[in-house]
């Protein structure tokens, strides 16, 4: 079993920052990659950014340039660090991640119980 743990979100005012943070723990061979999603109030989750285990990432247009995705590969845990948040940025935001929890076990893919972003004008 995989779990996924959440925490950093919080209300922040316009311009603001905040870090968020995602550890995966459990029975744990590999991870490919890790990602975070967000979702706000009558919209579909979108990917915010993604990031491999060597390090590449990619991001949404949205975000580019004002967040910043990062992994730990020792620790299984990945961070968002989001700089000029704005209030579109409002949202609930996931943690997801493609693990091998064994060498012969398939690739799965797992989810974070979200946390809250809120963005003030």
């Known amino acids: 079993q995989v779990q996924l743990v959440e925490s950093g979100g919080g209300l922040v005012q316009s311009g603001g920052s905040l870090r968020l943070s995602c550890a995966a723990s459990?029975?744990?061979?590999?991870?490919?990659?890790m990602s975070w999603y967000r979702q706000a109030p009558g919209k579909q989750r979108e990917l915010v950014a993604s990031?491999?285990?060597?390090?590449?990432?990619l991001y949404t247009g949205s975000v580019k340039g004002r967040f910043t995705i990062s992994l730990d590969n020792a620790k299984n845990t990945e961070y968002l660090q989001m700089n000029g948040l704005k209030p579109e940025d409002t949202a609930t935001y996931y943690c997801?991640?493609?693990?091998?929890?064994?060498?012969?076990?398939?690739?799965?893919?797992?989810w974070g119980q979200g946390t809250q972003v809120t963005v003030s004008s």
């Open positions: 997801q991640a493609d693990v091998q929890p064994t060498s012969i076990s398939a690739v799965g893919r797992y």
């Open positions: 459990g029975i744990i061979d590999r991870i490919d990659t």
């Open positions: 990031i491999t285990k060597d390090g590449t990432a």
